[in-house]
Every structure is written in structure tokens, then in C-alpha cells.
């Protein structure tokens, strides 16, 4: 057991050792020996391998080919290529602890070595609680209240939104409101004695219900924005945005016009650790100034292409390592933590830090870097690996808890993944 809290910890630990490499993923490729056996017969986890392999394998030939255009950092190449291949590893491990912790403790000890990794933004990060420390405790808090009376889990989640909501972070704000609205909803069916529906209509009613509430979620954290009840820079950018000619969403990331710009100019990508020349430079920026924003501000020079191609996107970062491999095993993860969330929605009692982190994990492949991914994907690939199919979902009461599986009645292949 300590073994496996150690791996779990260090898949969250993001710090960088020799040569680049981060410690989850030195620690991810070195234990596959050992994790490779709770996976091996994983249907879910074959494709995944299979495109984790396509891409990292992709992404260094066409690293090599690009030195006769290109100037290509080795050190960039070698961390993109083993990050890609450290994203089955990880899920390796996640899945090899679960099943000596259970997911819940599993996820628990991921978000404590997030945390751990975390704790350096209080001395270099005016906002630490935005940009690391929160969603470590976040997970942290929702896993050990996961398996508490629902009352316990609206408590946990109103009290990490009331933090967040003085820490200026709309996205992180707005995931807690979708989860505590879904919590709520449940809370209210049960006490209602809902009569609850096979699995499969029952996920269908509760996409509806979440799918409502996001929308009125997000809703309420842009007008809380707007008011100033964020603070006065969250205020600022919202105003800005929500005026501009091109969209809230678009304003807020100009990235993705960089990114639709260099893909309609070389829509093969680049290649693992390659430079922008000053032609990719030129299309990025046009192609940003296109949604109305001034690229001439210092930030695409120093940020998305001061060493290597950063697009602000999961699956763009990839696209332009790892050409379209890398943009298919991007949208896989994405489609694979979607269908996570609507698994767990096949039954009356949502996972809160399962939720949390695919959420995440969502936003980040489509309007977030590639190197906030690697500390969630194993949190969310590995749940989805361990749950029971969406035809042999669980149906908990208010008051029940997991690990009452299995006592006096037995459980349904695949349920696994509510141990404690």
C-alpha cells in the first residue's frame, strides 16, 4: 500500500528533474513494469497505447525531418516524445494503485502530490491558489468527502467556491458551480424519492440537467464577473472580451486564431521541439489579429513561441508536435473524460473529484496548455478504465456508502471503481 501512494503522489509531481523530464513522468515510464499487469487486458486503455505510441513516434520523425528547415531544440523533443508516451504509463499506475486503494484514494493521493508540487507558486505566483495550490486541494477535499452524506459534499463545494470566487478564476469557479448544481439536483431527486430510471435514461436525464446547469453556471459567473464581484481585473477582462467584435470566448483565447491560421499553413504540424521560423511567427499573429486582438504586445514572442509552440491548446500543442496522431490521441482523452463523466451519471450519486478533474481535463485539451494535462490525465483516464460499464451502474442512496458494496449482497462487475 505505501508503495502504491508513493507512485500516485509522484504522478502529480510535476517538477522537473535531468534532462527536462518531470518527475511524473520518469516515474510513469520506470514503474510500467510493474503496472503494466493492471491494465494489460484494459479494452478502454488498448487505444490509448496505441495513439500514445503513434504519436510520440510521429511527433520525433518529424523532429528529424524538420532540421533541414528548422532549428530544433533536442532537449524539447526528447520531453515532448516522452510525455507522450508517459500518458498510458501514468494511467498504468493510477490504475495499478486503484486497485490496491481504491479511486478514491488513488485520486487523494495524486491531488497531494499536485499539492506538494504546488507549494512553490507561494513564493514565485502573485495568485498561487489560481494557478496551482486550489485544484490540488480541490481534489484532495472532494475525494475525502466523496463517499460523506451529500450535505457534506454541498458544504465542501460552496466552501471552495467561496474561495475561488476571491481568487479571480472564472473557468475553476464555474466547474464547482456545474458539480455542486448536479449534487444538489441528486440531493432533491433522492429526497424526493425520484423513481430512478434504467442506467442508460438515466445518464440521458442527467446530461439534460448538467447541460442546464453549466449554461446557467457559466451565465452567473460572467455576470458575477462583470459586476466587479471577482475582483476588478476579472472585471476588466470581461468587459473587455464580452465588447469585442469576435465573442466572449474567442477574445479570451486570440490562441485559437494563431492556431486555425498555422494549421491552414501547414496543416501536416511541425514536429516535437521545433522553433517557429519568422514566417510562422507572421501567420500566427495575422491570424490573431484577425478575432480583433493586438499581437504586437510581446506575448507571441516570449510565451507561444519563445522556445517552442505553445498554442494554448492540448490539442493544438500536439497538432504542431505530433501532427494529426497527436490532435487524435488529444481528442481520445477528451472523448474518454466526457465519457467518464457520463458513465458516473448512470447512477444517482455523482463522483465530485472525478468531475472536477475531467472538467478540467476538457477545458485544457481544447482552450488550455499541454502542460497543465499530465498531472489530471491519470485521475481521469484511469477512472474511466476502472468503471463499470454504463449498463451496470450502481444506484447509491443518499446516505449509502461505497464501500458497503459487496457486504450482504453482491456487486456488479466493474464496481471496482467505488471502493473507498
Known amino acids: 500500500m505505501a508503495i502504491a501512494i508513493v507512485l500516485l503522489a509522484c504522478m502529480g509531481v510535476r517538477r522537473e528533474l535531468a534532462a527536462a523530464l518531470s518527475v511524473g513522468d520518469c516515474v510513469a515510464l520506470a514503474s510500467i513494469p510493474i503496472t503494466w499487469t493492471a491494465v494489460r487486458h484494459a479494452r478502454r486503455f488498448s487505444l490509448l497505447l496505441v495513439l500514445s505510441i503513434l504519436a510520440a513516434g510521429t511527433a520525433y520523425i518529424m523532429s528529424l525531418l524538420a532540421e533541414s528547415s528548422f532549428v530544433v531544440e533536442a532537449w524539447a523533443r526528447r520531453v515532448t516524445t516522452l510525455s507522450l508516451l508517459a500518458v498510458p504509463c501514468a494511467v498504468a499506475v493510477f490504475v495499478w494503485g486503484a486497485r490496491r486503494l481504491g479511486t478514491r484514494r488513488a485520486a ?76 444538489i439536483w441528486q440531493a432533491l431527486a433522492s429526497w424526493a424519492r425520484w423513481h430512478v430510471p434504467a442506467p442508460r435514461r438515466l445518464a440521458v436525464s442527467q446530461i439534460i440537467v448538467l447541460a442546464v446547469v453549466g449554461v446557467t453556471a457559466m451565465a452567473g459567473v460572467v455576470a458575477a464577473s462583470e459586476s466587479g464581484t471577482l475582483g476588478e481585473d476579472a472585471q476588466n477582462r470581461t468587459i473587455a472580451q464580452s465588447s469585442s467584435s469576435s465573442g466572449l470566448l474567442l477574445s479570451a483565447r486570440p490562441e485559437l486564431g494563431a492556431s486555425w491560421a498555422l494549421f491552414r499553413n501547414r496543416p501536416w504540424g511541425y514536429g516535437a521541439g521545433v522553433k517557429p521560423r519568422f514566417e510562422d511567427l507572421w501567420v500566427a499573429k495575422r491570424g490573431m489579429a484577425a478575432l480583433g486582438y493586438d499581437p504586437e504586445n510581446g506575448y507571441v514572442e516570449n510565451f507561444m513561441f519563445g522556445g517552442r509552440i505553445e498554442l494554448h491548446s492540448g490539442v493544438m500543442d500536439m497538432w504542431a508536435a505530433a501532427s494529426i496522431p497527436g490532435a487524435l490521441l488529444l481528442l481520445l482523452i477528451a472523448g474518454m473524460a466526457l465519457a467518464a463523466m457520463m458513465r458516473d451519471l448512470g447512477r444517482l450519486k455523482a463522483t465530485p473529484w472525478l468531475f472536477f478533474a475531467a472538467l478540467t481535463v476538457v477545458q485544457n485539451v481544447f482552450v488550455g496548455p499541454w502542460t497543465v494535462l499530465p498531472a489530471y490525465l491519470p485521475i481521469v483516464l484511469g477512472a474511466a478504465v476502472l ?21 450482504g449482497h453482491p456487486a456488479p462487475a466493474g464496481t471496482e471503481f467505488l471502493s473507498p
Open 387 to 407: 468503471q463499470p460499464a454504463l449498463r451496470d451502474a450502481v444506484q447509491l442512496g443518499v446516505d449509502d456508502d461505497p464501500s458497503e458494496l459487496g457486504r
Open 108 to 183: 487523494l493521493a495524486v491531488g497531494f502530490g499536485m499539492f506538494l508540487d504546488s507549494l512553490s507558486l507561494i513564493q514565485t505566483s502573485t495568485n498561487p491558489w489560481k494557478f496551482g495550490i486550489g485544484a490540488a486541494v480541490s481534489i484532495m477535499i472532494l475525494s475525502l468527502v466523496a463517499n460523506r452524506r451529500r450535505l457534506v459534499q454541498i458544504i465542501a463545494l460552496l466552501g471552495l467556491s467561496g474561495i475561488f470566487l476571491v481568487s479571480d478564476s472564472r473557468s475553476t469557479l464555474a466547474f464547482l458551480a456545474i458539480i455542486l448544481g448536479t449534487v
